[in-house]
């Protein structure tokens, strides 16, 4: 090792052996040094960011890894900030945790630091949904709080998200300024631990109670069709994660008596051993539970991620197959059952709105716009929605939304993605739907088709991992700031909007316009047909990700076949366009 970078990684390194650190780590950073300079180097070629979200990252050991180390330096620098913006009261925080490896031993580090800060700590007993935290911040009137879970990543990841006042993740100026403390620790000595153990409260199944009736008082909208379809088949699986308890006992607060959990993923496991990857995203991960649906003839398959924040379903169809719903059709669904019961409730008053983000699909534009109600959109991750539930508090009603990576929030009795209260909503809308149109909610989805357009969405997710890579994904999004493509499956490229320098770009004429909204690496292009295509780095994979939405007229059901052909046909010519096949 000669140049620069390789001395700056040796230094770092030896410093964590001669520092104040376990046995266990020292042994494993000496063992790293003489056996695998490679790890080494990407363990402590840099420091894990705490960026606007929090920490997420591979576990092991190094300046760049999820380990108690790193949780410990991000917890003072939070607890830090923290004092100074409530200086004078005593500072009240929850911690919660999923059920990934070393999630327990991460959340007991946080409460014992928060503590030894004379904070009062509200630890939850056990592993609970991140949108339960969210909860209890606004229930209990905390200050803030923080969940430890890397949602849907695979097994060697963990991630820490920190939260506000009003339960939603943090947002500006207080991300930045929380960073700017957590950069300031740069010792084991500044992290306060051991100390005041008598400041943590545990949070058990009476607060669950709590969080479950509020749920059913402000999601349900059609007992009486729970009520005459309680027995309908619902198939569920926790992939090994928070919701294995909290989403059967919602449905079962719904009114719902025939829920049938995967047996094998209802254990509790962060290697997570039957799946390759907890994302109900993948087809390949549902696939258990759609299997035992096929055997049990189930009406409505159902899934959470790890922390239970996000939502996966598959319905099956009239041959009798299971389709999985992507994240944009669910919203469709959801939404679409929300506003047209807000609606016959006679509810809508022209004061609610719906919320998306910028990458999920127009389609719940159209389904607002129908009823009257205003639909915003926002960059990605759910912090955002937050934001503009905040700025809308004594002013205007929301009703729902989410966005497309399989999150949706009913009410904002939480304020972030809440799959706890969405898989219910969805066994509610599947009841509704066969009690009031005798469909099944696949038959509904097509005949909403039929009446707003036929959208049809896609995701090409490229993962570039490691130093390398993450220098890989800038160089592409400079490149396409650069040289952004003239024409996508034949239809003229005639907007550009660039959501980091916050510019609409009008191909045609060359006139520029300021776009409303918080810088973010995000790239979109819009055609004369109406094609989106967006593209942005994730904030949490070493992935650079490729957002299609094309739309067609859907004439009748009957064509479905043949308009979903035509659209996947376009979304691969797409593909072809930008050199990702």
């Known amino acids: 090792m000669t140049n620069e970078l390789d001395q700056i990684?040796?230094?770092k390194a030896q410093s964590w052996i001669d520092g104040d650190y376990d046995q266990d780590t020292n042994a494993q950073v000496k063992d790293l040094m003489e056996n695998n300079i490679k790890e080494l180097t990407e363990s402590f070629y840099k420091d894990l960011e705490f960026g606007t979200g929090g920490l997420r990252g591979i576990m092991g050991v190094g300046t760049n890894r999820m380990n108690i180390y790193t949780v410990g330096t991000a917890t003072q620098g939070l607890a830090n900030y923290l004092k100074k913006n409530f200086a004078g009261e005593q500072v009240k925080v929850a911690v919660a945790h999923d059920s990934r490896?070393?999630?327990?031993?991460?959340?007991?580090?946080?409460?014992?630091?928060?503590?030894?800060?004379?904070f009062k700590v509200y630890l939850f007993d056990a592993l609970r949904p991140t949108p339960e935290m969210s909860f209890a911040i606004r229930e209990l009137g905390l200050h803030s709080g923080v969940v430890i879970t890397a949602s849907h990543n695979p097994k060697e990841y963990n991630g820490y998200k920190a939260y506000w006042t009003d339960g939603a993740q943090v947002t500006s100026p207080h991300d930045v300024n929380i960073i700017d403390e957590v950069a300031k620790i740069t010792s084991n000595d500044q992290v306060l631990k051991g100390l005041n153990p008598e400041n943590i409260t545990i949070l058990g199944e009476e607060f669950d109670k709590i969080y479950l009736d509020r749920i059913k008082q402000d999601v349900q909208?059609?007992?009486?069709?729970?009520?005459?379809?309680?027995?309908?088949?619902i198939v569920y699986t926790p992939l090994?994660?928070?919701?294995?308890?909290?989403?059967?006992?919602?449905?079962k607060n719904f009114g719902f008596t025939n829920i049938i959990m995967v047996p094998e993923q209802a254990i509790v496991d962060g290697n997570f051993p039957t799946v390759?990857?907890?994302?109900?995203?993948?087809?390949?991960?549902?696939?258990?539970?759609?299997?035992?649906?096929?055997?049990?003839?189930?009406?409505?398959?159902?899934?959470t991620d790890p922390d239970s924040d996000r939502l996966g379903?598959?319905?099956?169809?009239?041959?009798?197959?299971?389709?999985?719903?992507?994240?944009?059709?669910?919203?469709?669904?959801?939404?679409?059952?929300?506003?047209?019961?807000?609606?016959?409730?006679?509810?809508?008053?022209?004061?609610?709105?719906?919320?998306?983000?910028?990458?999920?699909?127009?389609?719940a534009n159209a389904v607002a716009e129908h009823f009257g109600v205003k639909c915003y959109d926002c960059l990605t991750g759910f912090k955002y929605i937050a934001k503009i539930i905040r700025e809308n508090e004594g002013v205007a009603k929301y009703i729902g939304g989410g966005e497309e990576s399989f999150g949706y929030l009913a009410g904002d009795y939480v304020r972030d993605k809440d799959a706890v209260s969405a898989c219910a909503l969805a066994a509610e809308a599947a009841a509704w739907a066969k009690d009031t149109m005798g469909l099944t909610l696949y038959e509904w989805l097509q005949e909403l088709y039929v009446k707003y357009g036929f959208f049809r969405e896609s995701l090409v997710s490229v993962v570039r991992k490691g130093k390398e890579g993450a220098e890989q994904i800038q160089q592409m999004m400079v490149d396409f700031r650069t040289n952004a493509p003239k024409v996508l499956a034949g239809s003229e490229v005639?907007?550009?909007?660039?959501?980091?320098?916050?510019?609409?770009?009008?191909?045609?004429?060359?006139?520029?316009?300021?776009?409303?909204?918080?810088?973010?690496?995000?790239?979109q292009w819009i055609t004369a047909d109406g094609t989106i295509v967006s593209v942005r780095p994730s904030g949490t994979e070493p992935k650079i990700k490729f957002y299609f939405g094309v739309k067609e007229p859907l004439p009748s059901v009957e064509q479905y076949d043949e308009v979903l052909a035509k659209l996947d046909a376009k979304i691969e010519t797409i593909k072809a366009d930008l050199k990702l096949i």
């Open 221 to 233: 909208l059609s007992p009486e069709c729970v009520a005459k379809y309680h027995d309908m088949k």
């Open 240 to 251: 090994h994660g928070s919701g294995v308890r909290l989403v059967p006992e919602s449905l």
């Open 101 to 118: 490896n070393n999630s327990r031993l991460f959340a007991e580090w946080v409460a014992d630091i928060f503590a030894s800060n004379d």
């Open 9 to 11: 990684v040796l230094t």
């Open 313 to 363: 379903v598959a319905l099956r169809t009239g041959a009798g197959d299971y389709v999985l719903l992507n994240g944009n059709q669910t919203l469709a669904l959801l939404l679409s059952y929300q506003l047209t019961r807000w609606a016959e409730l006679g509810k809508l008053d022209g004061k609610q709105y719906a919320v998306k983000t910028i990458v999920t699909s127009q389609m």
């Open 494 to 523: 005639v907007k550009v909007l660039d959501y980091k320098s916050l510019e609409e770009t009008n191909m045609l004429t060359g006139e520029k316009t300021p776009i409303e909204q918080d810088s973010s690496n995000v790239l």
């Open 276 to 303: 390759e990857s907890p994302n109900p995203e993948e087809r390949k991960t549902m696939a258990m539970a759609i299997d035992l649906a096929k055997a049990e003839g189930a009406d409505l398959v159902l899934a």
